[in-house]
């Protein structure tokens, strides 16, 4: 158990809806990734937050957005949703930003869109 | 970010060590070294990562060559648990994300 809790574990859901994904990191981390992986694609680094703030953004749709609240959890809103975002979105945490700081994974939400 | 390249798949007996090589040519003096490994769409799991020094916890051993342009993952006594992808990357020291999966290497423990 890494102890990054992600909720729900899975989603079904129509195209277009829009959804949340929560995660709450290991206990006394600072920094939050997101990570979206696709079948048979590798892990796709979407955004990252430290104590409350956006630090680094990569493949990030602009229909999707995030934030981290000052109890450190943080949620992944989806929106306009497309059967391409189908996908296992997983969730990271660190103590700190260093490189010497390993990330911690969560099991994920698997999200289906139909 | 330094890229790495590692073999698409190994196989391993049950019981002995599993090897698994990594090469990063352009890897840089702050750049850590570090292994995950993904059992079947579980969330990735942290292995170990080094600098320049070589690394040992419960899980594995990290050995490091001394240009530090590849590095190798021992798994001493391998158990089929073991069978999974294993990702070699490596990291920047500066702010923001310097996480980038690759392809990594499938590790089929055989018994």
Same mark, same amino acid.
Not at chain 1, 64 to 72: C, M
Not at chain 2, 30 to 46: A, K, L, T
Not at chain 2, 57 to 82: G, V, Y
């Given at each position: ?8 574990? %899975?989603?079904?859901?129509?195209? $277009?809806?829009?959804?949340?994904? =929560?995660?709450?990191?290991? !206990? $006394? ?25 956006? =630090? /680094? ?5 602009? =229909? ?8 450190? %959890? ?5 929106? !306009? ?5 189908? /996908?296992?979105?997983?969730? /990271?945490?660190?103590? $700190?930003?260093? /490189?010497?700081?390993?990330? %911690?994974?969560?099991?994920?939400? =698997?999200?289906?869109?139909? | ?21 990594? #090469?990063?040519?352009? +890897?840089?003096? #702050?750049?850590? &070294?570090?292994?995950?490994?993904? +059992? ?6 942290? +292995? ?8 040992? #916890? ?30 070699? +990357? ?6 923001? #994300? ?10 089929? &423990?055989?018994?």
């Amino acid at each position: 158990d890494s102890g990054v809790t992600q909720t729900p574990k %899975h989603l079904i859901t129509a195209t $277009g809806q829009r959804v949340t994904l =929560r995660c709450s990191p290991r !206990s $006394g981390d600072l920094s939050v990734y997101w990570y979206q992986q696709s079948l048979d694609q590798g892990l796709q680094f979407l955004i990252q937050y430290y104590n409350g703030e956006e =630090r /680094a953004k990569g493949n990030i749709l602009e =229909r999707f957005s995030a934030q981290q609240f000052p109890d450190l %959890h943080s949620e992944l809103n989806l929106s !306009s949703l497309e059967l391409g975002d189908s /996908a296992l979105y997983f969730c /990271a945490s660190s103590v $700190g930003q260093g /490189a010497g700081s390993p990330l %911690h994974f969560g099991n994920g939400t =698997r999200l289906t869109v139909t | 970010d330094a890229k790495t390249t590692q073999p698409t798949s190994m196989d391993c007996a049950e019981g002995r060590a599993a090897n698994l090589p990594c #090469n990063h040519s352009t +890897i840089s003096g #702050n750049e850590y &070294v570090y292994w995950y490994r993904q +059992i079947h769409s579980q969330g990735p799991q942290y +292995i170990i990562h080094g600098l320049k020094n070589n690394e040992t #916890n419960e899980m594995a051993s990290l050995i490091i060559t001394e240009d530090r342009k590849s590095s190798t993952l021992i798994l001493p006594h391998a158990t089929l648990r073991d069978t999974a992808v294993y990702y070699c +990357i490596v990291r920047v020291a500066i702010n923001g #994300n310097q996480f980038y999966f690759g392809t990594g290497t499938s590790l089929t &423990v055989i018994p």
